[in-house]
């Protein structure tokens, strides 16, 4: 189930709270000692910056699996996001040691990319920041070859602050194909987290498989549920063939040529409702292609990113600035929420810029 920390922070006492939710999700990552200490600090300082520099924000940890070259690994996901003055240096803000406050922690953004796993920052003067880090067992190496093929990354947050979220994202990879799967369970609250982690657990089992196969057997999976709305995303990397269905009211849009393409899903629900025949579409991917699946907590008429410089970022840097961008205090959120990114290979992303 999708366990999910989300934390305001808009004054000095709610970082002990991030710190705290930090060391518990190392501990459920299975993170050691030291390394949910790494998380701890990372997490102080994002929220510290907060306070200091943003007039508030959020933070929100989820626990995801980051790809390394033995495979996925166990990690803490901690994503800023805010809507404050933005940075004016992006890149001295990142040198280790820098700060902008005289009562600052002394570690700074530069320490938080130099000892967390992942380390990425997305910043515009006057819009604000986003600054995602991952924390899992091994260190950051000190000058790291970036990762080839496509890339993954989401941002998932419960309704109201609930300890669950009954949405989920996850993914597999094969020497040629990811497939990147998003879920929402019906309703929101444990039962619905129960039935997007049931297909969690099925994906992992069938992520080789053709997005309608993995449908159905989804289907049978999710029977003891209350059932979810469900897309899947296989790239084919060979082919450079993207394949998506989906069936419920999930969102997909895919970015190509300059251009947004909306992906449509069959109606029904996985688990419960499921239509006679599911209709997969096939598409072109680019280097310049780029996916976005979401949840309907999102509001449907989300501006894409117009920055093109965005999607050379994490993907889970693009996952929160569009959910932070599509948010607003005219439009609350009505449901769990998330947003999970499908992203070309890139060699230019700003956390491999270790010194």
């Not at 002990?16 to 459920?28: K, M, T």
């Not at 990762?147 to 947050?157: A, E, F, K, Q, W």
């Not at 699946?293 to 008429?301: E, F, K, N, Q, V």
Request: include cysteine; glycine fraction near 10%.
């Amino acid at each position: 189930m999708s366990r999910v920390w989300d934390i305001p922070v808009h004054d000095s006492t709610r970082v002990r709270d991030v710190r705290v939710a930090a060391e518990a999700a190392g501990a459920r990552a299975g993170l050691d000692p030291h390394r949910i200490a790494v998380a701890s600090l990372v997490a102080t300082e994002l929220a510290t910056n907060l306070v200091k520099h943003a007039d508030g924000g959020r933070i929100v940890i989820n626990l995801v699996e980051r790809p390394a070259p033995d495979g996925p690994v166990p990690s803490v996901q901690l994503v800023s996001l805010d809507h404050g003055p933005g940075i004016t240096d992006v890149e001295a803000a990142l040198r280790d040691g820098h700060t902008t406050a005289t009562t600052s922690l002394g570690a700074g953004l530069g320490t938080c990319l130099r000892i967390s796993s992942d380390f990425d920052l997305y910043s515009v003067r006057g819009r604000g920041t986003v600054a995602i880090a991952r924390i899992d067992r091994t260190p950051a190496a000190r000058h790291p070859v970036p990762p080839s093929g496509p890339r993954v990354g989401g941002i998932n947050i419960p309704l109201a602050q609930a300890e669950h979220s009954g949405d989920a994202w996850s993914w597999v990879r094969t020497p040629t194909v990811l497939t990147l799967m998003l879920a929402d369970g019906l309703g929101h609250g444990l039962k619905a987290a129960q039935a997007s982690g049931a297909a969690v657990e099925e994906l992992h089992r069938s992520g080789h498989l053709p997005p309608v196969e993995i449908l159905r057997l989804l289907n049978t999976a999710l029977r003891p549920t209350r059932g979810a709305a469900i897309a899947i995303a296989q790239l084919d990397t060979d082919a450079e063939q993207l394949r998506f269905a989906g069936i419920g009211n999930i969102g997909a849009r895919l970015h190509t040529g300059g251009d947004w393409r909306a992906l449509v899903s069959h109606p029904g629900i996985v688990g419960s409702h499921f239509p006679a025949t599911v209709p997969q579409q096939q598409l072109a991917w680019r280097a310049d292609s780029l996916l976005v699946l979401h949840s309907d907590g999102l509001p449907s008429r989300w501006s894409p990113p117009g920055d093109p410089g965005l999607p050379h970022h994490d993907p889970a840097v693009v996952a929160g600035a569009i959910l932070r961008d599509a948010s607003s205090a005219a439009r609350p959120v009505r449901d769990d929420t998330s947003v999970a990114v499908l992203a070309p290979d890139s060699r230019t992303r700003a956390h491999d810029r270790r010194p």
